[in-house]
């Protein structure tokens, strides 16, 4: 009798044992149908696309394969040093070294400017180029549009900061022209002469590079009236709208 009594408890125990590993699995298959139907829609939320770079302009601009078509981009709430200027050469290396051609980049776009360009705050494996950029001395805060890095722009003014302090690239001269500056500058030494005086008032239009077809027109623009006073020269070289055609 007592044989039979205990082969009944043994029964019920393992009964019971399936029960609960059959529960478990109920639960744990239930879990992961969950799982997989949330985590790809979270994962696509915070994916960013990834573009090419090109090649790179200068110091504050390059050139990307976006969708298939080729994009000028121009970093946005930063100012380099022009080419002509001190450190110029430098910060246009140092931006090909950042973002050298065939690296894939991430772009948190601000808006357009006035050639058209993309604007735009650029990042190579989660990390600000823009910013970087400034922190090591190669670019400046452009304060008139550092808005577009609401954000962040704290981190521009003290990584701005911390590089005049150091003395790094642009900032080791004793009397630093600001690249806007710079480029007024170098309008307002060209010639003067014009065939007819220059009238903001009588000018037929405001200029700007979009509106040409080719560079040819615009050039004539350029050589026409004095100082370049469309702002088509961005890099003051006496080519007018150099990426038109």
Do not use: H
Request: with cysteine; hydrophobic share 35%.
């Amino acid at each position: 009798m007592k044989s039979v009594i205990l082969k009944t408890i043994f029964a019920i125990a393992a009964l019971s044992t399936l029960g609960l590993v059959a529960s478990k699995d109920k639960i744990n298959s239930s879990f992961l149908t969950t799982q997989s139907s949330v985590t790809p829609n979270l994962l696509m939320a915070e994916t960013k696309p990834f573009y090419l770079v090109e090649r790179i302009t200068d110091g504050d601009s390059i050139w990307i394969n976006k969708n298939g078509k080729k994009t000028e981009v121009r970093l946005a709430c930063i100012d380099a040093p022009e080419g002509k200027q001190f450190w110029g050469q430098q910060a246009t290396n140092r931006l090909a070294e950042l973002s050298p051609p065939g690296q894939k980049i991430e772009l948190r776009e601000t808006g357009r400017d006035r050639y058209n360009r993309t604007v735009a705050e650029i990042f190579v494996a989660g990390q600000s180029v823009n910013l970087q950029m400034v922190q090591e001395g190669n670019a400046v805060v452009y304060l008139q549009y550092l808005n577009n890095c609401a954000s962040n722009k704290n981190q521009y003014l003290q990584a701005e900061e911390y590089a005049k302090i150091q003395k790094f690239g642009f900032w080791n001269q004793q009397n630093p022209v600001m690249p806007w500056d710079f480029r007024r500058g170098k309008r307002s030494n060209q010639p003067t002469y014009s065939p007819f005086p220059v009238n903001p008032s009588n000018l037929p239009k405001n200029y700007n590079c979009p509106d040409f077809t080719t560079q040819a027109e615009a050039q004539k623009i350029f050589n026409k009236y004095p100082n370049d006073l469309f702002d088509l020269d961005r890099d003051s070289d006496g080519i007018a709208c150099e990426n038109l055609p």
